[in-house]
Each structure stands twice: as structure tokens, then as C-alpha cells.
């Protein structure tokens, strides 16, 4: 009797133990399981969205990608531009991380001005390093992100 009554009380209860709701005050996302290939939840995810933040991450994608190969090493001192300066600094009125014109920051800075402070400045002193220029840089993102 006791079994018949654990058996009874399992299969009453196993409703309860279903997947628990997700709730979210981010504008967009999505969960995404790799192994099956199926997005598992999504909120706004096929919404287009600015593309300032995704940029940023991407920067930081591959700033990382060009130290795992040698490429950059953390402790580099990279040069701020008078580009980097007026279209990301505090003359642009945009996200900064106030680098001085014509100083060096140690990428290890950079990616933290980037991270921390959504760094318009740093983003464009680390693809100039890796570029040569801004537009060679997002050349390169995009063809990473394919």
C-alpha cells in the first residue's frame, strides 16, 4: 500500500517540477543551447537593435583572439590618434574613456575602458592596432562574425 501511495503522490507532484519561467528588463535576448542547435528562449531576438554595444563586444572578441595568438599582449602601450581622440574622446560627446591625445593606454586599460565605460575612444585605439584603420577593423568583424 505504502508503495502504490509513493507512486500516486509522484505522479501528482511531478507537474510542479516543470521549467520555471524567465523574466528579463533586457530589451533583447535570447538563450541558445549549441549542442542541440535550438534557442532554448527568446525575447525581442529576431528585433533589430543598435549595433553600438554589439560592435563593442565584438572589439573585445577579437582584441582577446589577437592575444590568445601573440598578436597583442595586455601590457602593449597602444597610441591614442587624433582620430581615436576627436571621434571617440570627450570631444565627441559620446562614451569615452577620456584617453589624452597623442598618449599610449596598455591594452589591459583599453579593454576595461571598453567594458566598464562603453569606451568609444579605446574601441578606436585597439582597431587601429589591429586594422591599421576603422573601416579595415570593421571589415575584419565582419568577416569574423561570418
Known amino acids: 500500500m505504502r508503495s502504490i501511495l509513493s507512486v500516486f503522490l509522484i505522479l501528482l507532484l511531478s507537474p510542479l517540477a516543470g521549467a520555471q519561467s524567465f523574466e528579463t528588463e533586457a530589451s533583447h ?11 532554448l528562449w ?5 528585433e533589430p ?3 553600438a554595444s ?4 565584438m572589439t573585445i572578441l577579437m582584441a582577446f583572439e589577437a592575444i590568445d595568438e601573440g598578436r597583442l ?3 602593449d602601450e597602444l ?3 587624433e582620430e ?7 570631444a565627441s560627446g559620446s562614451s569615452t574613456m577620456f ?11 583599453l579593454l576595461r575602458g571598453i567594458i566598464v565605460q562603453s569606451g568609444n575612444d579605446a574601441c578606436i585605439v585597439i582597431a587601429e592596432a589591429l586594422g591599421g584603420t576603422e573601416e579595415n577593423f570593421a571589415a575584419m568583424m565582419t568577416e569574423r562574425a561570418r
Open 29 to 39: 535576448a535570447v538563450i541558445y543551447d549549441v549542442e542541440s542547435d535550438t534557442v
Open 42 to 46: 527568446s525575447h525581442n531576438g529576431d
Open 49 to 51: 537593435m543598435p549595433p
Open 54 to 57: 554589439m560592435s563593442k563586444l
Open 73 to 75: 599582449s595586455l601590457d
Open 79 to 81: 597610441p591614442v590618434s
Open 84 to 90: 581615436a581622440w576627436r571621434r571617440g574622446g570627450a
Open 99 to 109: 584617453l589624452d591625445l597623442n598618449s599610449r593606454a596598455r591594452v589591459d586599460d
